[in-house]
């Protein structure tokens, strides 16, 4: 383990921007983990994960930690239920697989998310009707300062919509290190009423879907309408979508009669960020270098040597026009340093 100076992060990031760390340290385990932590006290930490949700506008002074924990291992079991501990440095999509080929049913809906297996409780990821919260028992953390082990239960970790405590009240005090989930072993409780799900499976010809047959509709779709940030660098939906008073949706809808919207069970409203980015006339549009995909308008891209600021002064501009527009001011869902 040795901490190399001056690396370009460009590789780091699925945006692909070109950033550079002052220091920087591959970790494969706890014990390099908290080393790194002893051996540099007051060094300002990040963590890196798959650098799929976040935009460098700056090169960094803090000292980068590339997490490369690895492991999956069943850590308790019941008739119907497994318990899968992962280490944080597991790519979660691979994890998805692993769950597959040993039918453990809970995360094929989260099937081609990209990223660590550490990240996904930041955020609480989310997809096609099924968030992380479902399927989380608990994460096991080290604090940056102290390096204190603490085991957070789902209950302590406040998760929402795209939220948890790792990104508020505790944002950067924690390293994850794994993450336990609670799978279904048999009796797998399909989620198949997101739209466009069980059009993909109705089209297969696929009438009593395995939790493989809905992953594979997931993967299809996510691939039909979200560009390969292997291809076009992105980081996912650049905003969250926002949620509005029942009032404010019903004044929205006299002037915008088609304006999607989905009733939530606290009687607030989610409107698609991506439709009133299309409405603000971004969809597809190109500035510079950057610009909102032409599939999916909450998707900013990079073509190709875009920085860190051109792509946040774009998300600026969306967010002011918006907000003029519609009186909303989007929220970035992305973690911008
Ligand atoms: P990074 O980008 O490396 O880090 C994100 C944040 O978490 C940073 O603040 C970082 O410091 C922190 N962090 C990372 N690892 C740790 C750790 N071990 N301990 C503490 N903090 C840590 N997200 C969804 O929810 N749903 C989707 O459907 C979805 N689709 C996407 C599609 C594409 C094409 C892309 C590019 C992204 C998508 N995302 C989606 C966003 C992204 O995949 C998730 O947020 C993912 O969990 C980020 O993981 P990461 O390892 O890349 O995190
Ligand atoms: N729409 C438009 N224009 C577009 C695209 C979509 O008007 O260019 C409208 C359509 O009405 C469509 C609606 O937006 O029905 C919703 O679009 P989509 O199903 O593509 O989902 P989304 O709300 O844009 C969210 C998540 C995604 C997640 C998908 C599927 C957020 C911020 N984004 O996107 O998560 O994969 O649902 O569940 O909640 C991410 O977080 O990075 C991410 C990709």
Partial sequence: ???????????????????????????????????????????????????????????????????????????????????????????????VLWCLDHNYGGIENLALIPGSVGAAPIQNIGAYGVELKEVFTACHAIHVKTGESQRFDRNTCDFGYRHSIFKTTEKGNWIITSVILELSKNHHHLKTDYGAIQEQLDELGIKEPTIRDVAQAVISIRSSKLPDPKKLGNSGSFFKNPVVSKSKVENLLQSNTDMPYFELLEGDCKIPAAWLIEQSGFKGKRVGNCGAHEKQALVLVNFGDASGSDILSLATDIQNEVNRKFGILLEMEVNIL
């Avoid at 990031?13 to 002052?22: I, R």
């Avoid at 920087?24 to 650098?51: A, D, H, M, R």
């Avoid at 090169?59 to 019941?78: H, P, Q, R, T, Y």
């Fill in 1 to 95: 383990m040795k901490i190399e100076n001056n690396v370009s992060l460009k590789s780091f990031n699925t945006f692909g921007v070109e950033a550079m760390a002052k220091q920087f340290v591959k970790v494969n385990n706890e014990s390099e983990l908290k080393e790194v932590l002893f051996e540099n006290p007051s060094v300002p930490i990040l963590i890196l994960g798959g650098g799929s949700n976040m935009l460098l506008t700056r090169d960094l002074d803090e000292l980068v930690i590339f997490n490369n924990m690895k492991g999956i291992a069943v850590v308790a079991e019941s008739d119907d239920y497994v318990q899968v501990q992962a280490s944080a440095g597991e790519n979660w999509h691979q994890l």
